[in-house]
Structures are given as C-alpha cells and as structure tokens.
C-alpha cells in the first residue's frame, strides 16, 4: 500500500516559501477572496450538516461554495467534500494562515492501532511514494520535493479522536513548506482539516489553530461515541489515514497498479494550494471588507 496513498498524501506538498516575499511585496488583485461570503468571528459556523465550529475573534469563515470557488480559483482540483475554510488575515506573510474542512465519507475508522503507529515505517512509505511524485513531476517540467521529515510524528489523542502529524517538504528550487494535518474521527467518516502554512509561521499559527479545534464539534448523531453495531466501518485504520486515507483501498484490490498514474495526474495540482494560497490572503484589504451577514453552509 506505499504507492498511491504516499503519493496522494505528498502532493500537497510544494514550494511555498521562495514565492512570499513576491506575495507579499505589493497589492494583490483579490478577485474571487472578495467575491465570496465570509462570516467574521466571533461566530458559531456550520460546517454542512456535520460538525459545528466556534469561530474566533480575529478569524474569518466561507462555507461549502466559497471554499470550492477558492480553491478552483487556486488552480486546485475541488472533491465536493469541501465544507469550509477560516482565515486568518494579514498584511504579509508571517501572520497569515488558513485552514481547509473536508468530510470524508468513509464509515467509522477504528482507532485499535493507536499503540502501534510506527513513524519510521510511515515515514519510509512516504517517502517511497514521494520518489513516483517526482518522477511524475519531471516528466511535467515541474520541481520535485524532498521529504525532510517529520514536522510533528503520528500521534492519536483517544480523548478528542484526533490523528495529528506535520511533515516539512523542501523544493528543488530551495522553498520549504510544512503541512499539518489533523483527522477527527466522526460516526460516519473523518472530517480532514489541514493547516496551510509556511515553517516560520508555526510558532505563531498553532496556538490560535489549537484554540480553533477546541470550538470543533459533531452534531448530534455524528460523534464518535454514538457508532452503533449496523454502521458502515471504514477498511482502513489510523495509519493509513496518514499515508493517503482511502487510496489504501485501491493497493488491496489491485487498481493501483493499472490507475495510479491517472489519479497522481489529477490530484498533483493540490500542490498549487501552497504556491499560490496565500497570494490572496496577504493581499485582503481588511475587516471592512467582510459581509456582516453569516454565511451558513448546507450539505
């Protein structure tokens, strides 16, 4: 299973910190940032019909559409999955960040293999997964990535059923990046939230990330608690949720061979997420931009 799910979790991975002086050095033409609804904090946000969010003062929430129009706008393939996405403005790049929900449907994943997540060996797939990346990369022109390492281990916390791990990426052309990457287990699947960010931001952004998650919860009947015998069970668990979630499917029935070329092409562009994100970030003009009204997303 250390072809396609590597690959698909190592394509997010791209050089971001040799564009943000070019970001950040004049006005950005917004265009889609500005177009769509955002709901300032403090705020309760829903993210469609799963999850509920507290949002905090100083941050900015777009639903399902909003998050879709932006990413699409990044260049950026969208799943449908997408449920939201907060912002934290800023005027250049040391204090600008934001974060992507996406639900997937996958049944409840048992969390019998927390004891047992072995970094090195997840490591050790992605980093096999990362090699097919670059060579997909160099048939394209495109840069190829080095997976330095771990940014922050697998780890699992029982008491919220959250998988988090961080992972540094560095560019051929010299740019590192970072991304932090958290799982909330749910009844029915995982919602996926990933921080996008640059490495001399991450003393400033988790702390406010962090305080984010804590105002995260399932709706009524989504929790992790309430899985009851008779509901779907994810063919998964939490390792494969770091080394490509899902895509584990595929190497078990034998479609990874014959497709994961065509699926390495469709999901490579994710990597422009961290290129060109925060272009529009660091060029929002300000609060007084944000629609007053709150935008509540429907799934």
């Not at 449908?80 to 800023?90: H, Y």
Request: charged share 25%; proline share 6%.
């Amino acid at each position: 299973m250390k072809l396609l799910p590597a690959v698909l979790a190592l394509v997010c991975i791209a050089p971001l910190s040799n564009r943000l002086e070019a970001l950040t050095a004049q006005p950005q033409d917004n265009g889609v940032a500005d177009a769509v609804e955002w709901t300032e904090g403090p705020a309760e946000v829903r993210l469609g019909t799963r999850a509920k969010l507290q949002l905090p003062e100083g941050l900015q929430f777009t639903g399902a559409e909003g998050t879709k129009a932006l990413l699409e706008d990044m260049q950026n393939p969208t799943s449908g999955a997408e449920l939201g996405l907060v912002l934290q403005p800023g005027t250049e790049a040391s204090d600008a960040w934001f974060v992507v929900f996406e639900f997937r449907n996958s049944g409840y994943v048992p969390d019998d293999e927390k004891d047992e997540l072995d970094a090195d060996e997840l490591l050790e797939s992605l980093r096999e997964g990362n090699e097919h990346a670059n060579e997909f990369r160099k048939e394209r022109g495109w840069s190829t990535l080095e997976l330095v390492g771990w940014e922050r281990p697998p780890f699992y916390d029982p008491k919220t059923n959250n998988l988090t791990w961080a992972i540094r990426g560095r560019s051929s052309e010299g740019g590192e990046t970072v991304n932090w990457s958290v799982r909330i287990l749910g009844r029915r699947g995982v919602m996926n939230v990933d921080l996008v960010l640059d490495p001399s931001q991450l003393a400033a952004a988790l702390p406010p990330f962090d305080a984010l998650l804590e105002g995260y919860s399932y709706t009524d009947g989504e929790r992790y608690a309430e899985f009851v015998d008779g509901d779907k069970v994810a063919e998964y668990g939490l390792g494969a949720l770091v080394v490509g979630g899902g895509a584990a499917i595929a190497a078990k029935t034998g479609l990874l061979a014959k497709f994961w070329k065509v699926i390495v092409a469709a999901v490579l562009g994710l990597g422009v997420l961290l290129k060109k994100g925060l272009g529009w970030i660091t060029g929002r003009r300000g609060d007084d931009e944000v629609p007053s009204d709150p935008q509540q997303p429907s799934n």
